[in-house]
């Protein structure tokens, strides 16, 4: 390479010498003549040709060499990649070995097997009511998955809440999933069971290390049921553009399960509020446990994927009630639930938002015959929040992100057959000498989640509510997920 | 068949199923009338049991039967306007010269087979079972017991009661029903009385005819007036009556319409009525029975701690007071009211709920000084003779009795305002006479409602007098 790289600059310097001599022959008039001049032009025209050629000549050798090096350095990364592959494939048989020296005799897990599992703790400290602070293991939840071929999916979620379940404690031992996957095009797949509802952000992305806060937010525990799951099935799938839909049959709200006059509030801290299941569709969703099927609901969702770090969308659910059998001969009842939600991730920003809104047809009727009921059946509910989240510290895995959520929830917008003179929560004092709780809130919340890793987080944030006041709380909570 | 009797409780919730297999084996044990099926709409059991509900020849006195203190037109009470010595009195008179007193006032006999037999729940509360404090336990069993009761029928034992039966004309029904050999073993035979009496009173629609305006209601066939939708308003609202906590307006099971009891017992502290002659220490009869030593009464009717209940087992303290809950289906009809007949009318009767602790001094004894013994008719040791100061707010604190202070309405204390106002009184009134069975809302002036229901401003068509 020097040789040829030498070799422009030599003929440079040649081709200078011959034209400094040639014109200082000129220059004398003495020995000048026609001929003379003709000839040296001659060979400074063959000398600036050849000179040409020589330029050609280089720069086809530099492209050969280009080209050259091109070759050696793919090749050298040919040569890097199959060694990181036959680790990796070295990685493998290791592991493999490993698995297999790992397992008992008889039996063993099928690589096709998948288990995962998250849980949470909370301890929750209503700041004006100390007595009535609680710890409890939340929920422990443990998943199974079974993969019977490239197409054909099993998964689903056990789950224990409030950590005792048995007929004198209040926890309860569930399945939260339980369906069939099966794939039927790159775009396309159905699904059939009891499977979490596509609505808002939470319901289906429930694990602690998902969301902001120690608990859940309310509008996706009062508004949205969270966790919502329904029997049936369903179609789904994504677009090369970016966009996720989702639509289905399934199961659909029991209006019959609705309690229309507790003597005592169903809750009377905000946690309370979380675990009554006094919210409209809390109250009567039926999680596919002897579930009444007269009815059937629909659902379609849609969300937009395709910018990063942007996800947007939006659905609605929507069917016949199975409705209360007393009072006899109360009118078909329906029962639909929509909603919006947005999140964007800027870098180190989380900011996220969701509007839900809910209604349920003909409760006129219902609500007359419980005339003074604690708790008529609502015709309108709805809630909103926007959060705010940010990534402020990150060092070996640990994150800090701080955030702060305003949100506002009316589980009783409207009502339809109350009383004349009586409103739809008691005005008197409940028997613990306190006013009943109102069922709508505007709350703010600030805390921050710290993660030891993207899998255990821990949390910590203080709600104030502006109407429950006495809801206003100190929260701290542990969460996992693998 | 030797089950039977035992079952006769559970035999309502099975009524339909009972019947229908019935009909599909034809019931070939052979009836009275013959037919070996059904009449009217009854089993041969429940046909025998009409006839024995009516006929006074099964008590010694020969002039009482279960009908007798137990009358149709008044919602199986007892007829308050009848002729007789104990005519308006809180306890009916029996016994072989039908001059011996009760100790309680008569329960209505409807909606009484919805009653689940005797329980303790799971938190040790009772619940179901016969008679005001449960006793018996169940519509058979209760309905055996008055035959050998000595202030009631006054048969001796079950041998005198059999003794009765074989001279009376259905014999051959009940022969034919549970045979022959049944009469040589009288405590059985007895038993079988009572299970054929429990048929009648289960099967027999007019003991659950579910006709009152409210039902219709409900169908969807008559209009509340205002006054009464108040009403059931201010009944069911817990801040206000809170009287549907016991006594639900709703479907307990979403098929059998309301029945305005959850069957659950409770301590009401009803002052103790001196028009029960038992309660007169004086002059109480012979056949009293002393459980007291308190040095202020001799006698208490602690209801389902005693004295009346054999099972010694049942007397936990904190019970002790408390009786069952009735349903308020045809209350209107019932006066007087509670275990005691205390109150004559249901305006004193829930004035009583909502100022019982607000006004003490107006439904307890009051003495000289202005102390008024509240819970009368409690011994002290289970928070009886709990003496307060009339208009001294903060002279009832700290009371931990057996009296229920906890609930809506009788949750207050003296200075407190009342649940309800005498207005909202009349109109819970107005509401509870809207269960009177009888309404036709074809023609809905046809039911007369008793007086207190005029007196409430009730509207629901022309008033008895």
């Known amino acids: 390479m020097n ?43 063959q000398m600036a040709q050849q000179l040409e050629a020589m330029k050609a000549e280089l720069q086809q050798l530099k492209a050969q060499n280009e080209a050259l090096a091109a070759q050696q350095r793919q090749q050298a990364a040919q040569v890097q990649q199959q060694a990181v592959q036959a680790q990796q494939q070295a990685a493998q048989v290791e592991q493999a070995v490993a698995q297999v020296q790992a397992q008992p005799q008889r039996g063993g897990i099928s690589p096709d097997l998948s288990l995962w599992g998250y849980g949470e703790i909370y301890y929750t400290h209503p700041v004006h009511v100390p007595a009535l602070t609680q710890a409890d293991l939340a929920r422990a939840v443990f998943g199974i998955g079974y993969r019977f071929d490239d197409r054909t999916v099993f998964n689903s979620e056990f789950e224990v809440e409030h950590a005792v379940s048995s007929a004198s404690d209040k926890g309860e031992f569930e399945v939260e999933q339980f369906y069939v996957d099966h794939q039927l095009a790159s775009w396309a797949a159905v699904r059939g069971g009891l499977f979490l509802m596509p609505f808002g952000l939470l319901n289906e992305h429930h694990e602690p290390t998902s969301y902001f806060g120690v608990q859940r937010n309310f509008v996706e525990t009062l508004v949205i049921p969270s966790t919502w799951r329904e029997g049936g099935f369903a179609f789904h799938g994504d677009t090369e553009a970016g966009i996720g839909w989702d639509f289905g049959l399934t199961t659909g709200v029991n209006l019959a399960n609705w309690d229309p006059n507790p003597e005592n509030p169903l809750y009377r801290t905000a946690l309370d509020l979380e675990n009554s299941g006094a919210a409209p569709l809390q109250a009567t969703h039926q999680e596919l446990s002897l579930a009444n099927a007269q009815h059937l609901s629909q659902y379609v969702s849609l969300s937009y994927k395709g910018i990063p770090g942007l996800l947007a969308g939006a659905a609605v659910f929507t069917g016949n009630a199975a409705t209360p059998t007393s009072p006899p001969h109360l009118p078909d009842q329906r029962v639909t639930l929509w909603e919006a939600h947005a999140r964007w991730t800027p870098g180190a920003a989380d900011l996220s938002a969701v509007y839900a809104r809910g209604g349920i047809t003909n409760s006129a009727a219902y609500n007359l015959a419980n005339a003074g009921g604690s708790n008529p059946m609502p015709s309108k509910f709805w809630g909103y929040y926007l959060q705010g989240a940010y990534t402020v510290w990150r060092h070996h895995g640990y994150r800090l992100a701080p955030f702060v959520r305003w949100e506002r929830y009316d589980m009783g917008a409207g009502y339809a057959g109350i009383a004349p003179g009586f409103g739809p929560v008691p005005m008197g004092l409940a028997a613990d000498g306190q006013p009943w709780p109102q069922p709508h809130d505007r709350v703010w919340t600030y805390g921050t989640n710290f993660y030891l890793n993207p899998h255990v987080v821990v949390k910590a944030d203080y709600q104030s509510f502006q109407t429950n006041s006495d809801f206003t709380r100190f929260d701290f909570g542990l969460g996992l997920n693998f | ?230 009403g059931l308003a201010l009944f069911n609202d817990p801040a206000k009556g809170n009287c549907a906590a016991c006594h639900p307006s709703n479907s307990a099971d979403g098929v059998t319409p309301p029945l305005f009891t959850d069957f659950s017992y409770d301590n009401l502290g009803v002052p103790r009525n001196a028009a029960i002659p038992a309660n007169d220490d004086a002059r109480a009869p012979a056949y009293t029975p002393t459980d007291s030593a308190d040095g202020v009464h001799a006698y208490y009717d602690l209801g389902i701690c005693g004295p009346f209940r054999a099972d010694g087992g049942l007397n936990t303290a904190g019970i002790c007071g408390q009786f069952k809950v009735p349903s308020l289906r045809n209350v209107a009809l019932t006066a007087p009211y509670f275990h005691n007949g205390r109150f004559a009318t249901l305006q004193e009767a829930i004035g009583f709920y909502v100022r019982r602790d607000t006004n003490p001094e107006q439904w307890y004894p009051v003495a000289a000084d202005g102390s008024v013994t509240k819970f009368d008719d409690l011994p002290a040791a289970y928070g009886g003779q709990f003496v307060v100061k ?76």
Not at chain 2, 129 to 143: I, K, P, T, V, Y
Not at chain 2, 406 to 429: C, F, S, W
């Open chain 1, 3 to 45: 040789s040829l790289a030498s070799k422009p600059a030599a003929l440079s310097l040649l081709a200078a010498a011959l034209l400094s001599a040639g014109a200082a022959a000129a220059a004398d008039p003495v020995h000048t003549d026609a001929a003379t001049a003709q000839k040296l032009e001659q060979q400074i025209e």
């Open chain 2, 390 to 465: 009339a208009g001294v707010v903060g002279s009832d604190a700290g009371y931990l009795g057996n009296v229920n202070t906890g609930e809506i309405p009788y949750d207050r204390h003296i200075g407190d305002q009342p649940a309800l106002t005498p207005a909202e009184i009349d109109d819970v009134v107005a509401f509870l006479c809207t269960l009177t069975d009888g309404y036709d809302p074809a023609n809905p002036s046809a039911l007369r409602l008793p007086a207190q229901c005029q007196a409430a401003g009730a509207v629901s068509g022309p008033f008895a007098n």
């Open chain 2, 1 to 230: 068949m030797g089950t039977m009797t035992g079952d006769f409780g559970r035999a309502a919730r099975r009524r339909v199923p009972a019947l229908v297999l019935c009909l599909a084996a034809g019931c070939s044990g052979g009836g009275g009338n013959g037919s070996g099926g059904l009449a009217h709409g009854l089993s041969p059991a429940a046909l025998l049991g009409e006839k024995i509900f009516s006929d006074t020849a099964l008590s010694v006195s020969g002039r009482q039967s279960c009908a007798s203190c137990h009358v149709a037109q008044f919602a199986f009470v007892a007829d308050p306007t009848a002729a007789g010595p104990d005519r308006g009195a809180p306890v009916p008179l029996g016994g072989p010269g039908m001059d011996l007193p009760g100790f309680r006032n008569t329960p209505s006999l409807t909606y009484l087979s919805y009653a689940p037999d005797f329980y303790f729940d799971a938190d040790g509360n009772p619940n179901g079972g016969f008679f005001r404090d449960g006793r018996a336990a169940s519509l058979a069993e209760q309905a055996a017991l008055p035959f050998v009761t000595a202030f009631e029928m006054a048969n001796t034992d079950a041998a005198a009661v059999v003794g009765r039966l074989r001279g009376r004309p259905y014999l051959q029904d009940f022969v034919s029903l549970y045979g022959a050999a049944v009469l040589d073993d009288p405590d059985t035979a007895l038993r079988r009385i009572g299970a054929a009496l429990a048929a009648f009173e289960s099967e027999s629609a007019v003991f659950r005819p579910f006709s009152s305006k409210f039902d219709g209601w409900r169908n969807g066939q008559a209009q509340l007036s205002a006054q009464e939708l108040r």
